[in-house]
Structure formats: C-alpha cells, structure tokens
C-alpha cells in the first residue's frame, strides 16, 4: 500500500513539475552589416516564426541578401529574395507565407524583430523579409488617439514603452512580431545613418549575416548586462 502511495505522489510531482521543466530556453541569434552588430531573442510565443527565421539562417540564405530599404523612424527592412546579391551561396526560395501569430504582449516596440508581408487578408507573413523597428516616441495624447483611431488597447508598460523608447505601434496587431534586440541597439542607428534614396534604398548595399548562437556565446555577449 505504501509503494502505491509513493508512486501516486511521484506522479503528483512529476504533473506539477513538468510544465517548468519542458519549459523551452529562447534561442539568440546575431545579425551583422558592415556598420556593426545585434544581438536579437527569439519569442518562444512565436514559434512557427521562430523555427522559419532558424531555418533560413541555418541555411545561410540572409547571407546572400541585404537590407534594401532603410526607412529612419520607421523600420530597418531586408531579406526580400529580389535583393539577392550574392546567387552563389544559395538558390532564390520560392516566396511562401506564414499564418500569423499575434500576441498583444508581443509589440512593435524600438528593437523588436518581424516578419513583412504582402496586403493579404489573412496577414499572412512572407517566409523571408524581415524587419527591425527603428520608429519614435508618442505622448499619451498621441497614443489615446491612436487607441481610440485603430481600435487598439496598449497597457500602461506598452505605454510607458511607447511614450519613452518608441515604436511603430500602428503596425501592432498587423505584422507578426517574434523577436526583440536585447544587446546593441545603436546597431539601428548606425545603419539609419547610410545614405538612402526618398525610397529608403541604400546608394551602397548593406549586406547581412545572421548566425545562430550557441548558448556558450550567448553567455558571453550578455554577460554583465
């Protein structure tokens, strides 16, 4: 009788345990222009964003491609297959799309990391082009009338995000936010500075490389934030 009472317990336990332990570890990753670097989380919230974006850099793909529209205060965008400049180091992919995976806790706040699309209705993300949001800062006024304008709710931490950080925050709810720059965000100022056309194309290409970090470099980069 005592072993089966044991065995319950030990259920019991493994039950409540078990939800903290599967929990996942956020995976890190670096992205690099010739201006200098990042270091961007993945949202665990996001996954079928995340394993894509792990995919495409595993496969070396924004390694041959650039950031080919720069927008200062607005967003950092790049990974479009047209702006392949180096072929050699892989195929074009064919443009498939992504379901969205909105999360209001997850928003276009400065740093944060997201998937461009087309006008679908769905909002479906491009598997490929990505975005780095650069935007600006809002007063409560501002954002009460934006609120009241797109039908949006921001709580008082999104507000306080908005009102001293910045963002992009009419995008929220529309494109796919799955990560956020956690190291080195004067990385989009340095590349806000290139000289761009009224398009927002640099006059020189900004080339790109993403790497996955291991947690042993991740330790490093974040130590002693």
């Known amino acids: 009788m005592m072993?089966?009472?044991?065995l319950f317990i030990a259920g019991i336990l493994c039950c409540l345990l078990l939800p903290a332990a599967a929990q996942q570890k956020n995976k890190y990753v670096k992205i690099e222009t010739a201006q200098g670097y990042c270091i961007v989380k993945l949202?665990?919230?996001t996954p079928v964003h995340r394993d894509n974006f792990i995919k495409l850099i595993k496969a070396h793909y924004f390694d041959a491609t650039t950031f080919n529209r720069?927008?200062?205060?607005?967003v950092i965008?790049?990974?479009?297959?047209?702006?392949?400049?180096?072929?050699?180091?892989?195929?074009?992919?064919?443009?498939?799309?992504?379901?969205?995976?909105?999360?209001t806790a997850l928003f276009h706040k400065r740093g944060a990391l997201?998937?461009?699309?087309?006008?679908?209705?769905?909002?479906?993300?491009?598997?490929?082009?990505?975005?780095?949001?650069d935007g600006k800062a809002y007063t409560n006024e501002q954002l009460d009338k934006i609120e009241k304008k797109l039908g949006l709710h921001f709580t008082e931490a999104q507000r306080?995000?908005?009102?001293t950080i910045g963002g992009t925050l009419f995008l929220d709810q529309n494109y796919t936010v799955f990560g956020e720059i956690v190291k080195g965000m004067d990385f989009?100022?340095?590349?806000?500075?290139?000289?761009?056309?009224?398009?927002?194309?640099?006059?020189?290409?900004?080339?790109?490389?993403?790497?996955?970090?291991?947690?042993?470099?991740?330790?490093?980069?974040?130590?002693?934030?």
């Open 3 to 6: 072993s089966i009472l044991k």
């Open 43 to 45: 949202y665990n919230e």
């Open 70 to 74: 720069i927008l200062k205060g607005f």
């Open 77 to 103: 965008q790049g990974g479009d297959p047209d702006s392949l400049y180096d072929k050699s180091k892989i195929l074009k992919p064919e443009q498939k799309w992504i379901q969205p995976e909105f999360n």
């Open 114 to 133: 997201a998937m461009g699309r087309d006008d679908n209705k769905a909002k479906a993300s491009f598997t490929t082009q990505i975005y780095l949001v």
């Open 160 to 163: 306080e995000t908005y009102r």
């Open 188 to 225: 989009i100022d340095k590349v806000t500075a290139v000289k761009v056309n009224k398009d927002g194309n640099p006059d020189k290409e900004v080339g790109m490389r993403i790497t996955v970090l291991t947690d042993r470099k991740v330790a490093k980069e974040l130590k002693g934030m």
